[in-house]
């Protein structure tokens, strides 16, 4: 069974900075995509950032330049370091693992970021 456990939000100013961490537990293959989600209230969960075992990236336009994913595969751990927050990006951030070897997709409980004006 896989866990996945976030750690890191909380409340900041816009234009301030937060960093997410999420840690893996479990049985997963070297092989996986891990990442960010996040959802706002009303509107669906969209993606923020991924990163490859590879260490290849992938990033939402809205968020391009002012956030960073990152890993550490021997801790299984992904981090998400935000930086020139916008009250735009207030939202439950999830972590998510998709294993590719069972093609498995898992789920953070989700962090609430609140960025105030």
């Known amino acids: 069974q896989v866990q996945l456990v976030e750690s890191g939000g909380g409340l900041v100013q816009a234009g301030g900075s937060l960093e997410l961490s999420c840690a893996a537990s479990?049985?997963?293959?070297?092989?996986?995509?891990m990442g960010w989600y996040r959802q706002a209230p009303g509107k669906q969960r969209e993606l923020v950032g991924t990163?490859?075992?590879?260490?290849?990236?992938n990033y939402a336009d809205s968020v391009k330049g002012r956030f960073t994913v990152s890993r550490d595969n021997a801790k299984k751990v992904v981090y998400l370091q935000m930086n020139s927050l916008k009250p735009e990006d207030t939202a439950v951030y999830y972590c998510?693992?998709?294993?590719?070897?069972?093609?498995?997709?898992?789920w953070g409980e989700g962090t609430q970021v609140t960025v105030t004006s």
């Open positions: 998510n693992l998709q294993d590719w070897r069972t093609l498995g997709n898992y």
């Open positions: 479990g049985n997963i293959f070297s092989r996986n995509t």
């Open positions: 990163i490859t075992s590879g260490a290849n990236t």
